[in-house]
C-alpha cells in the first residue's frame, strides 16, 4: 500500500489518517500536539452536543491509532517534492518518505511557498475542493486554505475529502468509505 504523511493534527489531519489507516495505508501523522482546537468547545458537529477540544482530538488520535496509524509529536522543518513522492525533514534530523502528502497545520502555511503552490481569492493556500494541489499527491487541507471562514468540522471534512481523492486515485474509481 502507498504511504502517506500528514503534516498537522488537528480536526484536518487526523480525520484524513483515520480514513486512510482505516483502508490499510501506512499513514504517520506529525504534529505538535498543539492544535488550536486543543484550547477550544465545540458546539458544532452534527451528533455531538457539546465536546471540549482536547476531548475531541485526544479521541481522534485514539482512533487513528485504532486503525494503524502512527502519530508522532515533532516539528517539521522542511517539504520536498522527490521523484517517487515527498521527503518530509523533522527537526530532529530525521527523514521521513511518502508517496502522498497531506499538509494540515492549521492557519500557518508552512512549506506552500517553499513548494511553490499559489493562493485563493481568500488568501489561503490554492487547493481544490479535495484539497488536491498543483503538484500531484500533494494535498493541503484545513485552515490554511480557508482562512476567512473555517470551523473545526469544515476542516475535518475537508481532512475526509482529501483521503477519499487519494482512496479513489489509487483504486481507479470512485471510492466511497461507508460502514455498514
Excluded at 40 to 63: F, V
Excluded at 66 to 87: M, Y
Excluded at 174 to 179: A, G, L, P, V
Aim: aromatic share 8%; hydrophobic share 40%; net charge negative.
Amino acid at each position: 500500500m502507498p504511504s502517506v504523511i500528514i503534516v498537522g493534527d488537528g480536526p484536518a489531519g487526523l480525520s484524513a489518517a483515520i480514513f486512510l489507516a482505516k483502508n490499510g495505508y501506512d499513514t504517520l501523522v506529525l504534529g505538535n500536539n498543539d492544535s488550536a482546537t486543543r484550547y477550544a468547545k465545540l458546539y458544532n458537529y452534527l451528533g455531538i452536543p457539546a465536546i471540549s477540544g482536547t476531548d475531541y482530538l485526544d479521541i481522534g488520535r485514539t482512533q487513528v491509532e485504532s486503525f494503524g496509524g502512527r502519530i508522532l509529536v515533532t516539528n517539521v522543518s522542511a517539504v520536498t517534492k522527490t521523484n517517487s513522492g515527498f521527503s518530509v525533514s523533522l527537526e530532529d534530523g530525521a527523514v521521513h518518505e511518502c508517496d502522498f502528502l497531506v499538509l494540515a497545520a492549521g492557519a500557518a502555511k508552512p512549506f506552500a511557498r517553499e513548494l511553490g503552490l499559489g493562493e485563493n481569492e481568500d488568501g489561503g493556500v490554492d487547493a481544490d475542493r479535495e484539497g488536491r494541489t498543483a503538484i500531484p499527491g500533494l494535498y493541503y487541507v484545513g485552515w490554511a486554505t480557508r482562512p476567512k471562514r473555517t470551523q473545526a468540522i469544515i476542516s475535518a471534512g475537508e481532512g475526509a475529502a482529501a483521503a477519499l481523492s487519494i482512496l479513489s486515485q489509487e483504486k481507479g474509481n470512485d471510492f466511497h468509505d461507508f460502514d455498514s
